[in-house]
Structure formats: C-alpha cells, structure tokens
C-alpha cells in the first residue's frame, strides 16, 4: 500500500469519531440522566455541527492558506453550510406533509433526501472556472 496518500482521511477519521461519541453521549443521557439531557437541550447537537467547522478550519491549515483567501474561503463555507441547512430544513417541512410510506418516514426519507441534495452538489465539482 506505499505510494497511496490517505491524507485526507484524518477529516473524516475525526468528524466521524467526534460526532459518534456526542451522539453515543446524547443516547446514554436520554437514557439514564433525563433531566440533564434535558437541561443540555440543543446544546449537544450543536457540538457535532462544530465538526464541520472543525472540518473547515483543518482544510484551510492543511492548504497553507493566506489571511485573504482564509477569510473568503470561510466565507464561502459557512454560506454554503446554511444554504444547505436551509434547503435540508425546507425539504423537511415539505417531507411532513407529504404521502411518504411508513417504512421511510423520519431518518429514512431524511437518509434519502440528504443523499439526493449531496448526488446535486457533487455535480459542481466538474465546473471549471
């Protein structure tokens, strides 16, 4: 396996485990400390959102980035974060409404969705400007 650079894996590596123990974290409080789970509210999902900051920031040290191109590139990814958030949470508000069938209902039509919109944004990746 010499000559293969997987480099990029250390995002992924540490998205994927920071984001699996706040989740594991969120399930063993729900269970066993309702009222702290309770008192926590929003707060613990808001850790796994900072993984994609964490993700952005990584990248950006990683490509040796000036002070300029750091700023617009910061920019950039947190427009592209909340127009996607945006769009996911409109997608939603119309999945609630809509005739889905029992077994997709919630995390799968969720699961399905999330895969569409990614399928839609990968198709910039060929644009050269």
Do not use: H
Not at 15 to 39: C, H, K, T, W
Not at 112 to 120: D, R, S, V, Y
């Amino acid at each position: 396996m010499e000559g293969i650079d997987l480099s990029f894996l250390n995002f992924i590596t540490f998205i994927g485990v920071i984001a699996a123990l706040v989740q594991i974290l969120e399930m063993i409080l729900d269970r066993f400390f309702p009222s702290l789970y309770n008192a926590l509210g929003i707060f613990l999902p808001l850790i796994t959102v900072n993984c994609a900051i964490f993700g952005g920031v990584s990248f950006m040290v990683q490509r040796d980035y000036n002070f300029a191109e750091s700023v617009v590139y910061g920019f950039g990814s947190g427009t592209g974060w909340m127009l996607a958030i945006v769009a996911m949470a409109g997608i939603r508000e119309k999945l609630k409404y809509a005739n889905v069938p029992s077994g997709l209902r919630g995390l799968g039509i969720t699961f399905i969705t999330t895969g569409l919109m990614a399928l839609g944004f990968m198709s910039f990746s060929g644009v050269q400007l």
